[in-house]
C-alpha cells in the first residue's frame, strides 16, 4: 500500500518534470533588419533555433542564441533566391550602394536583445527586358 503511493508520487514526479521541461525550451528569436534599432525595417525572418537541455535559463539562452541566430543568419544572406526574395518584396527598385543586413536576436523570455552587422550588404538589381509581356526581374545579392 505504501510502495504503491510512493510509485504512484515518483512516477508523478518524473512526468511533472518531463512535462515542464519540454514546456520551458527557449527560443532565439531571429531576423535580419537594415539597422540594428527596433524600430529598424524588417526584411526577413530567419529560422528560429531552440535552446533545450535540463538546465536552461536565461544565462544559456543568453549565452548560446547569438550565436545560434548569427549561424542561421549568415546562411541566409549567402542564399541568392532569398536576397531577390528580399529585393522584390521590400526594395523593388535598383540598389547599387546596398543596404545593411543586422541579424536582430530575441532570447524568449529573457527581455534581452542582441544585434550583429552581416559582413555583406544587400544590393538589388533590375532586369528589363524589352519584350512585351515579359515582366522586370529584380534579383538581390550579397556586395
Known amino acids: 500500500m505504501l510502495a504503491d503511493k510512493i510509485l504512484l508520487f515518483v ?6 518534470n518531463v ?10 528569436f531571429c531576423s535580419i533588419h ?5 524600430n529598424s525595417r524588417y526584411l526577413i525572418d530567419v529560422p528560429d533555433p531552440k535552446v533545450t537541455g535540463f538546465f ?3 544565462k544559456s539562452g543568453n549565452r548560446l542564441c547569438p550565436g545560434r541566430c548569427w549561424n542561421n543568419a549568415n546562411k541566409l544572406a549567402k542564399d541568392k533566391r ?7 518584396t521590400r526594395y523593388p527598385y535598383t540598389m547599387a550602394k546596398g543596404v545593411d543586413m543586422i ?4 532570447v524568449s523570455n529573457c527581455g534581452t536583445r542582441y544585434t550583429y552587422k552581416i559582413a555583406k550588404k544587400l ?7 524589352p519584350i512585351p509581356g515579359i515582366p522586370d526581374q529584380i534579383y538581390g545579392y550579397p556586395c
Open 123 to 129: 544590393c538589388c538589381y533590375k532586369v528589363s527586358i
Open 19 to 28: 512535462y515542464t521541461t519540454s514546456a520551458r525550451d527557449m527560443t532565439c
Open 103 to 106: 541579424a536582430t536576436v530575441r
Open 11 to 16: 512516477t508523478f514526479i518524473i512526468l511533472y
Open 34 to 38: 537594415n539597422g540594428p534599432h527596433v
Open 82 to 88: 532569398k536576397l531577390s526574395q528580399i529585393c522584390e
Open 56 to 58: 536552461r535559463g536565461c
